[in-house]
C-alpha cells in the first residue's frame, strides 16, 4: 500500500499523560499536513510542512501540541499533558509539488482521553 | 465503523436520483474550492476541485457549480449510488496550500 499511513490507529490515554502519533506520507509527496476532527465537524487545520520546514500552525495549535518533520519524511504530532478536549481524529495528509486541490489523508489516528 | 455524520445535516436520495449538496464559503480570496467525500472510519478523500476562475466543472458523475456572486458551492452527483453514501465536505485553498472545511452533509442514499 502506497498510501499515508499513521499509527497508532487508535490511542487511549489517562489526563496529564503525553502521546506520539506517526504519519508516513506518500513518498514523493513533499507537503505534509495535520489535521484534527471531532464527531460531526469538518476536519480542522492543524499545521503544514514542506520538506522539513513547518510553515504555518493554527491558533488550535496550543504550546502542548508539537510536529516535527525531521528529515522531510515521516512527520510526529506530539500532544503533552493530554486533556480531555484534546480527545479527536487526528488526520495527516500528504501532497504533491503541482498543488491540484488534492489532498490525500490518511485513515486517521483516533485519541481518546479518559 | 465509527460515525462521522453525528449532528450533521442530511440528505436522503433514492438510488438512481440526482443529488445536490450545497455549500456557502467566506473567504472570497480562495483560489480553489473543493469537495471531499468521507466515508465512516476512513480520512476525507478528494472528489474534484474548481478554481476561482471558473464556473462550472465536470467530472465523472459528479459536477461543481461555483456562484461566486452569492458564495455558493454545490456538488451534482448524477445516478447516485448505494457507494456514494457518506458525508461531504466543500473546502476552500487559502494561503500555504492550507485546505479549509466547511461544515458537512451526511448523504444517504436509499435503495
Known amino acids: 500500500d502506497t498510501g499515508v499511513s499513521q499509527d497508532p490507529r487508535h490511542k487511549i490515554t489517562k489526563r496529564g499523560q503525553n502521546v506520539t502519533f506517526r504519519c508516513d506520507p506518500i513518498?514523493?509527496?513533499?507537503?505534509l499536513y495535520w489535521y484534527r476532527q471531532t464527531l460531526g465537524q469538518g476536519p480542522e487545520f492543524l499545521t503544514y510542512f514542506q520538506n522539513e520546514a513547518q510553515l504555518e500552525k493554527s491558533r488550535l495549535l496550543s504550546d502542548r501540541f508539537s510536529a516535527e518533520r525531521p528529515k522531510g519524511s515521516f512527520s510526529t504530532l506530539e500532544i503533552q499533558r493530554t486533556e480531555q478536549g484534546d480527545s479527536a481524529m487526528y488526520l495527516c495528509?500528504?501532497?504533491?509539488?503541482?498543488?491540484?486541490?488534492?489532498?490525500?489523508f490518511g485513515e486517521g489516528s483516533r485519541l481518546t482521553v479518559l | 465503523g465509527e460515525s462521522v455524520g453525528l449532528h450533521l445535516p442530511t440528505l436522503s436520495v433514492q438510488e438512481g436520483d440526482n443529488s445536490i449538496i450545497n455549500c456557502a464559503y467566506s473567504?472570497?480570496?480562495?483560489?480553489?474550492f473543493i469537495w471531499y467525500k468521507q466515508e465512516s472510519g476512513k480520512g476525507p478523500q478528494f472528489i474534484i476541485d474548481i478554481r476561482s476562475n471558473m464556473d462550472k466543472r465536470q467530472g465523472q458523475r459528479v459536477t461543481v457549480l461555483l456562484n461566486k456572486t452569492v458564495k455558493h458551492l454545490s456538488l451534482q452527483i448524477a445516478a447516485t449510488q448505494p457507494g456514494d453514501s457518506a458525508v461531504y465536505f466543500c473546502a476552500e485553498h487559502g494561503g500555504y496550500q492550507k485546505v479549509t472545511f466547511g461544515t458537512g452533509t451526511k448523504l444517504q442514499v436509499i435503495p
Open positions: 513518498s514523493e509527496h513533499n507537503r
Open positions: 495528509a500528504s501532497s504533491g509539488q503541482a498543488w491540484k486541490g488534492e489532498l490525500f
Open positions: 473567504n472570497s480570496a480562495s483560489d480553489y
